[in-house]
């Protein structure tokens, strides 16, 4: 009878993010995983899989690699507001991400909007969504007032609370 050698078999370091899917690279084609291919852990770390391998003659042969599950990005978006017509600058966590819209934000009809801030880190993505409010800018006027030269004259303007230019008594 003759004799075969056993197949040689690689299995290559993979890695991914948290929750996707990450397939495996064993050599020659066609042999099984241990975890099955592809996998997906929502735990980052380091885990190992095995590939094995049975050639046409019955022989077999196996190694052993390593999968490294990357971290999601932690991200955080804050509430911001201003005013219509402003600039607003959008707020999220941690710094070096992209905003949609843009940052800083500006939109001259008052209301409530939605903003995403997103950011990826070792091939990883996470994201925020959060809220940004445009006020209205106040309805401001000044009525004409008279009085006698040399005496106090009160300034007359609304909505209360404003300040005179010059000052008022």
């Given amino acids: 009878g003759t004799i075969y050698p056993n197949p040689s078999v690689t299995a290559s370091p993979v890695s991914g993010c948290a ?3 990450i397939a495996l690279n064993g050599s020659p084609a066609g042999g099984t995983y241990s975890p099955s291919s ?11 899989y095995t590939y094995s391998y049975t050639d046409g003659h019955g022989c077999s042969g196996n190694a052993t690699s390593t999968i490294t599950v990357n971290a999601n990005p932690t991200v955080t978006a804050s509430l911001v507001s201003g005013c219509a017509g402003s600039n607003i600058f959008l707020n999220g966590s941690p710094s070096g991400g992209t905003y949609s819209p843009s ?3 500006n939109n001259s009809v008052a209301g409530t909007y939605s903003y995403i801030y997103s950011i990826t880190v070792n091939g990883c993505t996470g994201s925020a969504v959060s809220t940004i409010k445009v ?3 106040p309805v401001v006027t000044a009525s004409p007032v008279s009085g006698c ?6 300034l007359n303007g609304s909505p209360a609370g404003g300040t005179y ?5």
């Fill in 19 to 21: 929750g996707a899917s």
């Fill in 38 to 48: 592809p996998c997906s852990n929502n735990i980052a770390g380091n885990y190992t």
């Fill in 103 to 105: 940052s800083p934000y």
């Fill in 135 to 137: 006020f209205a800018k």
């Fill in 149 to 154: 030269a040399g005496a106090s004259i009160a």
């Fill in 165 to 169: 230019s010059p000052s008022s008594p």
